[in-house]
C-alpha cells in the first residue's frame, strides 16, 4: 500500500524518555503514526511483525547500541527509511557506517526540531517513490508475463509438442538449478530460457517441423537454425537478452561437435549445459508421434554414456546423484512415465 505523508508510520528508538515525549508529540501533530521504545530488543521485534515507514533510531543506546540495531533491521528490512541521531557531532557514526547500513540520515538532537522534520518529510517522499517504483514494476512484470505466454502460445498452436516438451524443460532445469543452490536469477533464467529455448523453431517452416519420419540432410541443416533464431528474437528485448546466449548454445556440446558454433567446454555457457541435458532428458522420455517413450531409466544411462562427449560430465553425475537421492526429483514432472 502507498504511503502518504499524513499516515506514514515511524518508529523511534530512543532511551531518553524526555525527548522521546516530545518527539511524538511534535510528530503527531503532523499527524503522523508513532510507534516508541525505550528498550531495543523489543523495538526491534515490533519492526519484524509490523512494517514501519521511517526508523528514527539513537546512535548510543543500551543494550544494543543504533549501528547494531540498524544492523539486525536491515537483515529484514531493506527499504525503512533510517535516521539515526546522536546528542552531540562527536558522537556520530562514521561515514562507513553510514553507508554500509544504508542509513539515510543523520540528525544532532541538539539541532532544531524543524530540521528533523524535514529529514521525516524527505523520508515520507522517499517511500512514496519507492512505493511507486514497485508498483511500476509489478504492472511490467505482469505485462511481460502476458507477452511470453502470448509467445508460447503462437509456437504451441503450430506445434503442440514443442508446448509440453518446453514447460517440461523449463520445469526440470529449475528443479535441477535449485539442488545445484544456483542463485534466484539464476533460477529465473533457467525457467524462461527452458521455456523459450525452442522457441526459434516458429522460424522452420511447417513441413520440416511437422515433417512424420526421417529429416533430409537439407531439412535437418534448416532444423538446426533455430537456435540462431530462437537468439536473435530475445536479443533483440531489453528485457529478456540475458536469455540469448543459453537459448543459442542448447544444442552445443562439451567436445565441441554440437550446433551452431561448435563450443566446446566451459566455452558454453553454465546454465546452457543444464539446459542441454534437460532438453535430452525430457526429449528421450516423451512420446512423439514417430517414436514411443524411453523409460526414466534408459533416459539416465543415456545421458551417462554421453557424459564427457555431449554433456558435462559433471553436471551429469550430479542430475544421476540427485535423482539416486530422491527419484521425486523427477517422477514429480514425469508422473506418468515409466521408471
Ligand atoms: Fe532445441
Ligand atoms: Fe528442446
Given at each position: 500500500m502507498e504511503s502518504t505523508i499524513n499516515s506514514a508510520k515511524i518508529m523511534i528508538i530512543d532511551d531518553d524518555v524526555h525527548m522521546m515525549d516530545i518527539l511524538s508529540m511534535v510528530l503527531q501533530k503532523y499527524n503522523y503514526q508513532v510507534c516508541s521504545y525505550t528498550e531495543p530488543v523489543s523495538a526491534v521485534q515490533k519492526l519484524k511483525e509490523e512494517k514501519f515507514d521511517i526508523l528514527i533510531v539513537n546512535y548510543l543506546i543500551a543494550p544494543i547500541n543504533g549501528e547494531k540495531i540498524v544492523e539486525l533491521v536491515r537483515e529484514f528490512d531493506k527499504e525503512i527509511y533510517i535516521i539515526l541521531m546522536s546528542v552531540h557531532k562527536d558522537l556520530k557514526p562514521s561515514i562507513d557506517t553510514m553507508k554500509n547500513l544504508d542509513i539515510q540520515a543523520y540528525f544532532e538532537k541538539?539541532?532544531?526540531?524543524?530540521?528533523?522534520?524535514?529529514?521525516?518529510?524527505s523520508g515520507v517522499k522517499y517511500i512514496e517513490q519507492i512505493n511507486r517504483i514497485k508498483d511500476m514494476n509489478l504492472k511490467l512484470e505482469k505485462y511481460l508475463i502476458d507477452f511470453a505466454n502470448i509467445l508460447l502460445n503462437t509456437v504451441g498452436a503450430k506445434d503442440h509438442f514443442t508446448e509440453s516438451h518446453s514447460q517440461n524443460v523449463s520445469k526440470l532445469a529449475v528443479e535441477f538449478g535449485k539442488r545445484l543452490n544456483l542463485s534466484k536469477e539464476d533460477l529465473e533464467l533457467l525457467r524462461l530460457s527452458g521455456l523459450f529455448h525452442d522457441i526459434g523453431k516458429i522460424g522452420i517452416p511447417d513441413s520440416i517441423l511437422l515433417k512424420q519420419g526421417k529429416l533430409t540432410n537439407e531439412e535437418y541443416e534448416t532444423m538446426k537454425l533455430h537456435p540462431i533464431m530462437g537468439a536473435n528474437i530475445f536479443g533483440l528485448s531489453e528485457v529478456f537478452k540475458t536469455l540469448s546466449p543459453i537459448i543459442l548454445s542448447h544444442h552445443e556440446r562439451i567436445d565441441g561437435k554440437g550446433y551452431p558454433n561448435g563450443l566446446s567446454g566451459n566455452d558454453i555457457p553454465y546454465l546452457a549445459k543444464i539446459l542441454a541435458i534437460c532438453d535430452s532428458f525430457d526429449a528421450m522420455i516423451s512420446r512423439r508421434s514417430y517414436k514411443?517413450?524411453?523409460?526414466?531409466?534408459?533416459?539416465?544411462d543415456q545421458l551417462i554414456e554421453c557424459s564427457s562427449t555431449q554433456f558435462d560430465k559433471?553436471?551429469?553425475?550430479?542430475?544421476?546423484?540427485?535423482?539416486n537421492q530422491d527419484h521425486s526429483f523427477i517422477t514429480d514432472i514425469y508422473p506418468n512415465n515409466e521408471l
Open positions: 541538539s539541532s532544531r526540531f524543524d530540521q528533523l522534520i524535514m529529514l521525516i518529510q514411443e517413450s524411453k523409460t526414466i531409466t534408459f533416459a539416465i559433471e553436471l551429469v553425475d550430479k542430475f544421476v546423484s540427485y535423482y
